[in-house]
């Protein structure tokens, strides 16, 4: 594939057209732009988007098999629902508590008490034992529940069922207890990978898929089917009608040239031509849960935003540690 | 990959037996399916299962063995009066317990491994004496007259037949295979040793190209090496017994075969044996020896000690008797026995002399024993047993010289303590000294690795040469076909124990001792003549073959292959035991049976004229619990084979339905399922088959030292070093083995996203790149816990060190800041946070210990002494546990746990299941990684220069499955040589798989990168390998020092890290610096920053002077004035190479220039 030839700048007007959007998943497209931007977007989004994660454990009481930093570890992990971390304070900054990261302005305080006593049933510690001082800020499984509770946006289903059973923070037997407080803060996912919001952000390059119709027309009705077969994902259709073989998704290559290889093995090269758009790209979001995926891309936005105009108002003479602006917050 | 394998001889035909015409039968029938015989290798494990040799051994000691020694020496009696005796009745072990204040208390293992006890049990006996004047006899029963350890698991152990939930309650992981000891708190494994067989004959040349026939013989009296060689034509007797070589017509004609005729005839007929004779018997006529009396002189002038022993018959013929070829029995005189065995020492010595194919290899399995912990016990039980009885005599003569005195109690002359101490020291140092035996063996038993659940089970499989490592010789080094089966071709160490240290197979089998007599008298009811009813002229007929019997010959039979044939059908059908090896020796025309200990074996499915007697119906009642597999060896469906009988089969590793019945009828046995030819380690890594050989030994020695779960009861257990692994998983790409041993329970490792590329420098060689997010996530996260002991002494007089609360001053803070970890008890409390130079246990000591007794001490007498943590600066660690006990001398021991949670970091060591090991190289921001279309970002990126010259296909197809395996949520399995029985998955179905869902089939995929969001030119290599995390972190040895402790000697810096040692500059490293022209560096290097030292030299005679500090000058002692005095910088050790020199004599003179 070839590369855009580098050293002009110009400016660009991109597009977006949103194809799917869910709270936890969004597909996009993103066009009349460049590599350059997209892999921008996609960086901000995996690791410069503040989320609020757990990050200061004191354990006042564990007879868990599990240690106490296995514990804290696992407590860092659990996204936390951080729709207010755009607007709270970084901790190393916040004036209110100077820099100690305790004050309701930089940090969420919760507290987890649990202990198996009568039965010979294990006791689950999830996440749904965590209490929260602030109700904006819990784990991302407690406020889904707490959404189906409210009779909320989604009907019942067994999956919501088994969503509301939290997270597995460790297991308790007969006799053994779990006691902490825990302190979350604003962050990002370049300091830590709790802090990042995207279970996975993605793109690839839309696909431009020409048939040759007259080398088409060549083949036999079962060829045409072994040349839709060869590829692993299901690209290609033929046309129940027409008995034509026609794109069905064009998204679906995953640029292995199977069938590619596939017609040239048939003696006839050329009968499909698949070429990257350099400048068309689609975008697939998944979030932890811990924001939703709008937000995510808005704040991903903003976030870029934000780096440009550092870069944009900085004098000539001064250096670029204005970059970081965006992290101070407030 | 289809064979079949055919051992060294072929398989034995009888002559009479015609061929079968070949039928066109096979044409027509059905093709049916090969029977899934898989079943059958867990519930062989189950019976037979892993480390079952070790404890199969043990309890023959404690249920057989110990009783046949006490037998053995079941009276004492004094030497002047044998009417004071005391006898052993009847002798047995009972249970764990240990004796606290005169009651004995059960005990428990996992007691004894936190109270760094031994845990063992009373041997006990009913003992019967004479008493009193009059001699009454007195019986006193459950006598204790030791304590002997007890291997875990075995029948003497509190965990013998327990399931699960009891084994939980009595603290013990129930993939814990035992077979182990627990000797002051410590594990230890008696190692399997390895030597060559007893009581056989050997066919040999020695350093000096000589032809020799040795034998070892091994009895419960002795133990002695009998060797005859021939030498300029002429054959002797070498023993240690005799100053010089005895000619061997001389020995023959002293154990009374005077007729030179008779042993032409007892060797054999053929005239080419007498050619080869002759020269002896003209020796023998030429020192003018004729008769037996002539001989017994003869010999007796080279005896090497004369003068001591039975002085009626003579010297040598004790020797004879007693000492010569020591197994074979001497009853009433009857020597012609020894002579027979001789003569077929002759005969296979000329043999070998005559055809090269007969010498006898060393190293082959078959002639290999195995010692097991059972039988080395026993050897170290009866002497110590015999040590305790003549102590016992001793006192009973001095007591009963007495006349007159009062009446005591014998029993009380019994010390426990010889055998108690005795074993326990043995088993605790590995040395096992024999005086009897004069056996001096060291590392005998060593400690049992926990760093890894496969550490400890491929501790138990091991196997350790009698020879030692640093010899060069590659024969006992070399893969032996013999070993197939038996003993695992992986796993071996690298350097100078290779291939000398081995380890066993899956389905390996050590044998213990079988009563000889009643099969002794099966063969004479089969058909075997008695050897002495036989002339020389019969032995050796044709068509007949001699019959040993462990090494002892039994005689002879005219029918051999139908008396193996009748003694196999009876060992089938469970009326011998299921060890008893037949083996019909076409070249030696012999018939060995061995019902011995220490021979390897293994199951293998009978077949009849290559169809196996195992159906598919057999099968289903295994899967359905109705049969079990000793029921398929009561009904003659398999058979055990040790190596020696395996020449007699022709073993198929699968079914060959699709060959006709002409060539399958000589198949006489089919393996189970071929991937048990490899041990418990080597069964591991995936698809080995497909590997570079060396690929499979390597990992083989790093599976050993990966991080992950060792026990269930690991977080009870109180090793002095444990690594964990936070988020162990079980291999995606597994194999049946993994199954078969547990290690799916107790996985070692964890399933990582490799990609195959380049990646900036950092991967180069063998480095791994490592992303950022998913070590955030808990990739490679470790617990390392170490153990700390105190020990609170006790002093004469009855004082000992105290342990006091922490101080504080008047306002309550610390009086120092490193006591911040303890709590008001004097110890660290557990949970907090323990750093560099913190105090874990408060002790304080007297000042004086040998203080007159009874006085009370107060605060100004005791120092203090505390127990300080050494650890890493910055680190947090974490007190884990404080465990308070009493050791067995009754002082308090604390013991303290000291856990570290680790991230892995640069520097770090990982390897896969392929011996392709690697460091991190670099630790890289997840958005600065390689990323796919579906959002699959791999954990790590491989060098792919690691697979061309390493050739380790089998990971590249564990990728392909691991791949698979996560798309469509199945395990994939890749067993050694599984792919014909479905074991392993075929690289074929594993590429259907992944096209079915959506993938490539060869495991490409096309990634962006990272950083600029172009796709990658190529297609990358990528999907999932389970990697392990090894031992070797950056925080175990990373050192640096700028100042430090110097050797007091050279005043140099101490060598080590563990001693704050310098840094090395080895002969490489001056090498390079020199050839780089870097001399300034090494003036540094070995000058300024190591010894340097300031010396007064005189500029006229040149030697060293001193420097006076108090007139401030400095003085030649030589010249007697310090006129001359030149000040110059040398090293320390140069100066001291020059003080040595002066005082040997030699005089260094220094010449000086202007500098």
Redesign the interface.
Known sequence: ?E?AAGGVSYQRFPRVRIRELKDDYAKFELRDTD??M??AL??VM??EVPTVAIDLVE?EV?SS?L????IA?RLG?IPLTSAAAMAMRFSRDCDACDGDGSCEYCSVEFHLAARATDSDQTLEVTSNDLRSTDPKVCPVDQARAYQHALGGTEPFDTAAAADQRGILIVKLRRGQELRLRAIARKGI??D???W?PAA??????EPEIRINEELMETLTLEEKRNLVESS??KVFNIDPNTQQVVVEDAE?Y???D?VIKKADAMGKPGLIEIN?KEDSFIF?V?TTGAITAYELIMNAITVLRQKLDAVRLQDDDADLGELGAHLVGG | MERTEEEEAPAAKDPNASLPSPTYRSLAAPVTKPVDKFALLPAFLKVRGLVKEHIDSFNYFITKGIRNIVKANNRIEARNNPSIFLRYNSVRVGVPSVQVQYIAEKITPHFCRLTDRTYSAPVLADIEYTVGKQYELKRKPNFIIGYLPIMLRSHACVLNGKDEAELARYGECPLDPGGYFIVKGTEKVILIQEQLSKNRIIIDTDSKGRVIASVTSSTHEIKSKTVIFMEKEKIYLQLNQFTKPIPIIVVMKAMGMESDQEVAQMVGRDPRYGDLLYPSIQECAFERIYTQKQALQYMDDKVMYPGAGNQKEGRSKSILRDVFVAHVPVESGNFRPKCIYTAVMLRRMMDAILNADTFDDKDYVGNKRLELSGQLISLLFEDLFKTMNSNAVELMNKTSEKIHSSPLDLSLHIKENIITHGLERAISTGNWDIKRFRMHRKGVSQVLSRLSYMASLGYMTRITPQFEKTRKTSGPRALQPSQWGMLCPCDTPEGEACGLTKNLALLTHVTTDQEEGPLMNLCYSLGVEDLSLLSGEEIHASGSFLVMFNGLILGKHRQPQRFANAMRKLRRSGIIGEFVSIFVNEKQHCIHIASDGGRVCRPLIIADKGIPRVKEHHMKQLRDGIRSFDDFLRDGLIEYLDVNEENNALIALYEHEDQDDVQRSSITHIEIEPLTILGVVAGLIPYPHHNQSPRNTYQCAMGKQAMGNIAYNQ?FRADSLLYLL?YAQRPLLTTKTIELVGYDKLGAGQNATVAVMSYSGYDIEDAIVMN???L???FG?C?AMKKYTVTKEKYEGGYSDRIVKPQRDKDGALLKQNMRALDEDGFAAP?LIIRNHDIYVNKQTPRNTKRDSGAHLTDRDYKDSPAVYKGVDGETT?V?RVMLCSDTDEKLIIKCII?H?RRPEVGDKFSSRHGQKGVCGTIV???DFP???????PDLIMNPHGFPSRMTIGKMIELLGGKAGVSCGQFHYGSAFGEPSGNADKVEDISRT????????NG???L?S??????C?A?VFMGPIYYQKLKHMVLDKMHARASGPRVLLTRQPTEGRSRDGGLRLGEMERDCLIAYGASMLIFERLLISSDPYQVQVCRKCGLLGYYNHKLKASYCSMCKNGENMAKMRMPYACKLLFQELQAMNVVPRLKLTEG
């Open positions: 594939m590369r590599a350059s997209a892999n996609r960086r995996i690791a354990i564990n098999v240690n106490d930093e296995f570890h992990l996912g370049k830590h990978a709790k990042s996975t952000v993605t793109f690839m390059y692993p994902t679906a995953t640029y292995d199977e990257a697939t998944e | 977080l936070v950022k997010s998913s955030d996530r808990g996260r617990i949970g974490v884990d856990r949670t921001q997840q958005e990323f796919s279309e579906r959002g699959i970002c992944l096209v079915k869902h959506g993938f490539s089939y490409k995929d096309l962006y990272g950083i600029l969001g172009h796709p030119q297609y």
